[in-house]
Each structure stands twice: as structure tokens, then as C-alpha cells.
Antibody
Framework: QVQLQQWGAGLLKPSETLTLTCVVY????????WSWIRQPPGRGLEWIGE???????KYDPSLKSRVTISLDMSKSQFSLNMTSVTAADTAVYYC?????????????WGQGTLVTVSS | IQLTQSPAFLSASVGDRVTITCRAS??????LAWYHQKPGKAPNLLIY???TLQRGVPSRFSGSGSGTEFTLTISSLQPEDFGTYYC?????????FGQGTKLEIK
């Protein structure tokens, strides 16, 4: 059974860079799409972007200029970098596995990391 | 693609039949998924491709619909079903979710 475990800094100052990492246990990278999704406090889910096993990425257009998602298959992990964070980036960030093929439902998910941006 | 869920809030009793609706701003065929999220936890996949039950999900959950209107039905509400339910379209980038339906157990 595939499990995702994520970690990263939980408190950042404005203009700093957010870095989160997600380790994949018990499964293969091939064929799947590895995503980051966030949830601002009290609000709904926002897709950030994804990377596939070939390293091909797609991002939400509103975040594309600040976001990089990368893959390290030798360590069975993928990462999110988001530059120049502001208070609007405060959220719980989740990593998730996207289904193969053209239709991308997400299962499983990581446990979530609360990232707070505050001066 | 915009997804609009209704109602935004729902209060029901154990044993009730509950229905949540998700409407898409354009035709997405049957490319829709449903998730359940409990407070402080990650979302849990319930249904994908509109009506396929994810392995391990109780059979009281079912999904239906196609085109622009979809429903999630809980046939007999259980205490552990409280939380927020989200729909997600599977058809296009960027991936989008509905705004959520918060379900309270009376």
C-alpha cells in the first residue's frame, strides 16, 4: 500500500522560499503524477501543480511564476519550491499521487503540513 | 472549469439518506471525483469517474451523473460521515475542486 509522508518548514517570513518534500513508500513512480495541493485556513482545496516520472511538470497559471516541482526517484521523493511567499500563501500543503492517464484523481495523500507566512 | 456544490452546509441525522450536488460550468462527461475530509485530516478519495467506488470505501456511498450535473449519495448516514465533501473535475488543467459541502450530524 502506497503511503506519502511529507515534511518542511512550517513558519516563513514574507519573501522567503517555501520548500516541502514528500517521500513515497511502497510504490513506483512510473505512470503516476505527483501533485501538490493546498488548503488555506477555513477554505477549499487548491491544486498547485504536478510532476510525472519523466520530470514533466504542469502548474496552476496563477502560481507558475513562483513554483517549481521536482522529482528525485533515487530517493523516492518529490519536492515543492515556492518563492517570494506572502501571507496569502498561508495554508496546509498536501502532497498527493495523481492517477495515471488523462484523468487525475488523487489518492493517496500525505498528512499535510501547515505553512504560516508571517513577519 | 468552475464547480459549484450545493448545499454549502447540511445537517442530517444518523440513518438519513443524504445527497450532495456538484454542477460543472461546462460538459465534463463523467470525469468527476468525490472526496471526504474530516477536520485536521487529508481528503480521502471516495469515488472517481463519477460512479466508481474507490476500494475500501463503504457501499453506502454512491455517485451518479454526467455532463454538468453530478450527485454524491450516502444511503444511510453514519456518525463517522461528518466532515466536508469536495468534488473535483478530472478533465482539464488546472485541476479544480468544488468549494465544499460541510455535513453535520444532528
Amino acid at each position: 500500500q502506497v503511503q506519502l509522508q511529507q515534511w518542511g518548514a512550517g513558519l516563513l517570513k514574507p519573501s522567503e522560499t517555501l520548500t516541502l518534500t514528500c517521500v513515497v513508500y511502497g510504490g513506483s513512480f512510473s505512470g503516476y503524477y505527483w501533485s501538490w495541493i493546498r488548503q488555506p485556513p477555513g477554505r477549499g482545496l487548491e491544486w498547485i501543480g504536478e510532476v510525472n516520472h519523466s520530470g514533466t511538470t504542469k502548474y496552476d497559471p496563477s502560481l507558475k511564476s513562483r513554483v517549481t516541482i521536482s522529482l528525485d526517484m533515487s530517493k523516492s521523493q518529490f519536492s515543492l519550491n515556492m518563492t517570494s511567499v506572502t501571507a496569502a500563501d498561508t495554508a496546509v500543503y498536501y502532497c498527493a499521487r495523481g492517477a495515471p492517464g488523462g484523468r487525475r484523481w488523487f489518492d493517496p495523500w500525505g498528512q499535510g503540513t501547515l505553512v504560516t507566512v508571517s513577519s | 472549469i468552475q464547480l459549484t456544490q450545493s448545499p454549502a452546509f447540511l445537517s442530517a441525522s444518523v440513518g438519513d439518506r443524504v445527497t450532495i450536488t456538484c454542477r460543472a460550468s461546462q460538459d465534463i462527461s463523467n470525469f468527476l471525483a468525490w472526496y471526504h475530509q474530516k477536520p485536521g485530516k487529508a481528503p480521502n478519495l471516495l469515488i472517481y469517474i463519477a460512479s466508481t467506488l474507490q476500494r475500501g470505501v463503504p457501499s453506502r456511498f454512491s455517485g451518479s451523473g454526467s455532463g454538468t450535473e453530478f450527485t454524491l449519495t450516502i444511503s444511510s448516514l453514519q456518525p463517522e460521515d461528518f466532515g466536508t465533501y469536495y468534488c473535483q473535475e478530472l478533465n482539464d488543467y488546472p485541476r479544480s475542486f468544488g468549494q465544499g459541502t460541510k455535513l453535520e450530524i444532528k
